[in-house]
């Protein structure tokens, strides 16, 4: 039990020191109308024109290569707002579930994944 508990330290401190560099998502700005066509591993894509934010989008955490666009225009329905932190670490609320295909459903939070049960 005591080597688990020191593996369990350790891979806590090591979390804590390199949490931005595997673990966090960020945002990326694409200045137009669409997400691009190639889109970033991890990250959220925010797609801008001029000052208005349009959609963010970013690869389905499952793995399943699903891109998913959710839109930030309040007159949409349904719409989300993205927020980041001074961190750079984007926020999506509400949470995103997919109503087909692998049926994801997730928060982001603080640029982390969280899974719903």
């Avoid at 931005?20 to 889109?39: C, I, N, Q, S, Y």
Wanted: glycine share 6%; with cysteine.
């Amino acid at each position: 039990m005591k080597a688990y508990q020191m593996l369990k330290a350790f891979w806590q401190r090591l979390n804590a020191v390199y949490e931005d560099r595997w673990l966090v998502r960020r945002v990326e700005v694409a200045d137009g109308d669409f997400l691009p066509t190639k889109m970033p591993k991890r990250n959220l894509v925010l797609v801008r024109d001029g000052k208005e934010e349009w959609s963010v989008g970013f690869a389905c955490p499952c793995g399943c290569q699903r891109t998913i666009e959710l839109l930030l225009i309040p007159d949409a329905n349904p719409h989300w707002k993205i927020t980041v932190d001074s961190k750079g670490r984007p926020t999506l609320t509400p949470s995103v579930w997919l109503q087909g295909g692998c049926r994801s459903h997730f928060w982001v939070r603080k640029g982390k994944v969280i899974w719903c049960d």
